[in-house]
């Protein structure tokens, strides 16, 4: 099942682990999480976890390798399989690329690729790498990838959760998965993130069809002292759990002028408006890069024609 995973980590001494820009704690645990595993199971190997850093790096520090270790290395990547949203492109000067995601997206840069849609988080699939082969792994892997796994299902909530999914957080509660630690990191907010989230409820707009929105200047992210992840990702979940709203979008300017999507539904596969728009993820939670807000109104159009069908279907069988 994982055999040419396996048989890669063996071949090479020099292994670099990278993942998406901004990322969330799927990627980032999952990257340290296989960066303990390998340490712990493969002697003799040089490991290095790269990227960018955020609000999520309570679960451990990137590494700053020279440009002449990843000659001749293996750069994996988790948690995404296409070029445009990798922290750190000098993957790109190792001798062999291996891409291991569970999205939604057909890789351009893999030579090697294992992706499997069925697992809820990218941690699923290097928790289950780990128990398949009875790796050794300690408390801070274990956590790492908790924290991957409880978050990309919305704490068991989401729809694709499976018994899979229950049967890896108790081997990674087994093995010692730090759970409060998890918790009171993700969960215990500063004030401006309280008010933030104030903002978003008292403001989002809604379509016709009642798909929800927020579009955010980039003067949100400094009236609140936050990121742009924060603004983006970490507050586009405010919109949901409202009783008659089934999809819900948000649209975040950044520092370098793009406008992040991020896109939720409940039951509606919405993955491929993302797609339509040069971006792709999950069937009901995924995302794009836009260049205006005026895109981000073709966006908008394009859910709320997936709704007014969606209603109409439903208006027919009864």
Known sequence: MYSKIISLIEKYDTII?????????????????????????????????????????FLGKMDHPADDIFVGALSIIVDVAVSALISDDRYK?????????????????????????????????????????????DQHTA?????????????????NTSYKSFEIATYLVKHGADIQYIYESLYTEPLNFKKLKGYFIN??????????????????KEEFN????????AMVNQMSGIEGIEIWANFTVDEDGFVQVE????????????????GGGHLLACGCTLNSFEEADLVLSELDQLLEKENSLWTNKN
Do not use: W
């Open 17 to 57: 682990i990278h993942r998406h820009k901004n990322p969330d704690m799927d990627a980032l645990g999952t990257q340290l999480g296989l960066k303990r595993i390998i340490e712990l199971n493969f002697s003799n190997k040089l490991v290095y976890a790269v990227g960018d850093e955020n609000n999520f790096s």
């Open 93 to 137: 000067l190792a001798d062999h690329v291996l891409v291991i995601d569970h999205h939604l997206n057909d890789s351009d840069i893999a030579d090697t690729e294992y992706i499997n849609s069925s697992c809820i988080a990218c941690a699923q699939i290097i928790a289950n790498l780990a128990k398949t082969n009875d790796y050794n792994i």
């Open 143 to 159: 956590t790492c990838l908790y924290g991957g796994l409880v978050t990309d299902s919305g704490r068991f909530l989401y729809p």
């Open 203 to 220: 403001n989002f707009k809604t379509t016709k069809n009642k798909v929800a929105y927020m579009k955010n200047e980039l003067s949100v």
């Open 226 to 233: 936050v990121t742009t992840f924060v603004v983006s990702r």
């Open 263 to 278: 896109l939720r539904s409940k039951k509606i596969p919405i993955v491929q408006v993302a797609k339509k728009f040069g």
